[in-house]
């Protein structure tokens, strides 16, 4: 055995899983920093302006590459590092996050900035643990990278001893066994029996109007692909989760839309009018559902999830499958031709319609002309512009609901990612996502309110040279909440209630200037493809900074036929 000091034992480590990026506000692990700069020099350090950021360019990271996104802050900061996993442990990506910790020797004696931060990672990870001894660092960072890959994805967190992670200065006489099999999702494709996937495809073919409603977990399987062709062969439409909309191209003419809350019209249409739902990698929770309406309470079911947990949790199944999505889907291709499906003509016909219905009664203003800007027609523009490649992240609130409702993943190559609901994710995730594939073009979709958040990352984009694109709908106000406010002030707001959702006018093409980035201010909606353009062949970072109607309001989602 080598002795070698603990630092070298985990730079050794984060290289053998294939880790290229750490995000992290220094300091912590310091030693560690510089034993990656000596030996593991094409490893990246991000250093954010933020410890939450952090946790979400990890996370943005970890859904564009499929590898665990690593991220890091000493004591002190670690709180706000746990409220940056709410996200990741919502989405079930792979994050791991490492902090520092109290040392023995000064427990209860008031050190400075002491806090017992452990308790506040349990509610966040799958895996919450202290590592206080430097031979531990190999077993507890190899089980960590376990945890975060297998079953549902999610964030798991490691205290090193020292308020930064001081113990890493240790030395150890263990070696960093990496085991490779666990450095990307999914690690482990459980394979689904016969019998279970016969009892789906029995009722499947029993059905007369059956949908799918396929979420994350088929995205996070890679099983797109198996989806679509499912879909094909038996004559199914399917509707996706927000978290699983790049399963299948919006423009599929057996893709319906999002469902749920955030959701296309014709989507909630679809699967409330449906027989049968075929759940497929989804929690069945309550956006992806608008809270158990859709489909309604009573609605035949099956469901297809790597959880057994999952199965049932919110809807009563008539069959269920515990299994990889990818494996569940292969398995039903090979098996479906035993089982006859009936004629859907009548079905599918009417789902044509619901679709057609919804790009007739939006058509005007996905292609308005009105200034201020409408939204829908950036969301248009969108659909129109991003390369097959493209990765776009998009922030909750008005902005999830106005890309879930209006933009259409148009290739199979692209990816579409959305907050699970942290309002300010997208810019800081869209830096990750950018580090993971600096080949691919990324643009984030956000509004101003979600730009504030981390407005001071421009100068960590432009500091470090991640050349996204970030599209800001600046409508100088955070109106998704106009319609609650109104209701409280009993149907009609006052001047002292609008305060709650607007702001000045602020011009983000300048501050991006100021930081380092190319800003573009958009103030006519026929400018918004050259924007586009521009910024996606500018070479650096870009804000697009589109000025629109605070009077526009997405629709609100219908919750039956």
Known sequence: MTRRIGARVVADLLDGYGVTHLFLVPAILRRTLAELERHHPHITTVVTHGEKSAAYMADGYARVSGRPGVTAAQVVGALNLAAGLRE????????????????????????????DDLPAFDPVTKFNATIDDADRFP??????????????????????????????????????????????????RPTPDDESVTAVLRLLAE????????????????????????AESLGIPVATSANGKDTIPGTHPRSVGVVGTYSRECANQVVARADLVC???????????????VPPAGTPAVQIDIEATQLGRNYPLRASVVADAKAALTRMLALASRHRQPDRTAWLAEVEALRAAWRARYRAVLTSDAVPIRPERIAGELTAGLPDDAVLLVDTGHAGMWLAQFHDVTAAGQSYLRSAGHLGWAFSAGIGA????????????????????????????????????????????????????????????TERSRELWTYREVDFARIAEEMGALGIRVDRPGDLPTALDRALHAGRPVVVDVHTDIEAAAPQPVTGP
């Not at 967190?157 to 085991?179: S, Y």
């Open 434 to 493: 950018k580090c993971a594939a600096p080949e691919r073009p990324v643009v984030v979709f956000t509004g101003d309110a979600g730009l504030y958040y981390h407005l001071g990352e421009i100068e960590t984009a432009a500091r470090r040279g991640v050349n996204l694109v970030t599209v800001v709908n600046n409508n100088h106000g955070g109106n998704q909440s106009r319609r609650g406010f109104d209701r409280a002030y009993g149907g009609q707001g």
């Open 139 to 188: 077993d507890m960072l190899r089980h960590a990278f376990r945890v975060a890959t297998t079953g549902a994805p999610g964030p798991v967190h490691l205290q090193i001893q020292g308020n930064e992670g001081q113990l890493d200065t240790e030395p150890t006489d263990v070696e960093p066994v990496v085991e490779p099999g666990f450095a990307r999702v999914p690690a482990v």
């Open 207 to 230: 059905a007369v109007r059956p949908v799918i409603v396929a979420g994350g977990g088929v995205r996070h399987s890679g099983a797109g692909a198996e989806l679509v062709a499912l």
């Open 88 to 115: 990741p442990f919502l989405a079930g990506s792979p994050v791991l996050a490492l902090t520092g910790g109290r040392s023995p020797a000064t427990k209860f004696r008031q050190v400075y900035q002491e806090v």
């Open 279 to 293: 759940f497929i990698g989804t929690g069945t929770g309550g956006m992806t559902t608008h809270f158990w309406a």
